[in-house]
T-cell receptor, first 109, second 117 residues
Framework: SQQGEEDPQALSIQEGENATMNCSYK?????LQWYRQNSGRGLVHLIL?????REKHSGRLRVTLDTSKKSSSLLITASRAADTASYFC?????????FGKGITLSVRP | DAGVIQSPRHEVTEMGQEVTLRCKPI?????LFWYRQTMMRGLELLIY????????DSGMPEDRFSAKMPNASFSTLKIQPSEPRDSAVYFC???????????????FGEGSRLTVL
């Protein structure tokens, strides 16, 4: 069963703009991770945030986690055409990592 | 490091045939995962191993699917007999990190795209 649900399903923005993607989940988690997948390729890990953390940064990425609302957001600042990809949130619980169905991000040059 | 290596990258077969997908994890990683990705169901965890031992195979869809890890550098996922509904991209991922008892960062291979006619 799917744990994380990403929102929106698709996002199209202009290069230079910020992209915000959301993830909601249903049960308690120990950590939440975001991954990127380019077309026809494997998934690449972006960032991990633990359940006792509220915000984390990595380069142009900012992730927040609100365990009371069971939600997370991924912000990509100053987007580039190379950021065009699918983005997945994955929740870690019961020793498993469960992925949502992903968000398709298109960044127009 | 070469990363996680999967073969074949593409496989087209006919219903009823046996399919074997192969995976070489990153050296030193002690966790190995098999996922299946389809448009309808997204990414599903099929099975995972720790130190070559299967820990959880509750995601394996049915008895037609089996997975083995005979040593730390090799794993196979076998489907026998294959059916059209098995068509998907199968990913292998490995990890050396557990985040306080939970799965840490996964390193994915490029996937094996299976088409069953």
């Amino acid at each position: 069963s799917q744990q994380g649900e990403e929102d929106p399903q698709a996002l199209s923005i202009q290069e230079g703009e910020n992209a915000t993607m959301n993830c909601s989940y249903k049960t308690s988690i120990n950590n939440l991770q975001w991954y990127r997948q380019n077309s026809g390729r494997g998934l690449v890990h972006l960032i991990l945030i633990r359940s006792n953390e509220r915000e984390k940064h990595s380069g142009r990425l900012r992730v927040t986690l609100d365990t009371s609302k069971k939600s997370s957001s991924l912000l990509i600042t100053a987007s580039r055409a190379a950021d065009t990809a699918s983005y997945f949130c994955a929740t870690g619980a019961n020793s498993k990592l469960t992925f949502g169905k992903g968000i398709t991000l298109s960044v127009r040059p | 490091d070469a990363g996680v290596i999967q073969s074949p990258r593409h496989e087209v077969t006919e219903m009823g045939q046996e399919v074997t997908l192969r995976c070489k994890p990153i050296s030193g990683h002690d966790y190995l995962f098999w996922y299946r990705q389809t448009m309808m169901r997204g990414l599903e965890l099929l099975i995972y191993f720790n130190n070559n031992v299967p820990i959880d195979d509750s995601g394996m869809p049915e008895d037609r699917f089996s997975a083995k890890m005979p040593n730390a550098s090799f794993s196979t996922l076998k489907i026998q007999p294959s059916e059209p509904r098995d068509s998907a991209v199968y990913f292998c991922a490995s990890s050396s990190y557990r985040d306080r008892g939970n799965t840490g960062e996964l390193f994915f291979g490029e996937g094996s795209r299976l088409t069953v006619l």
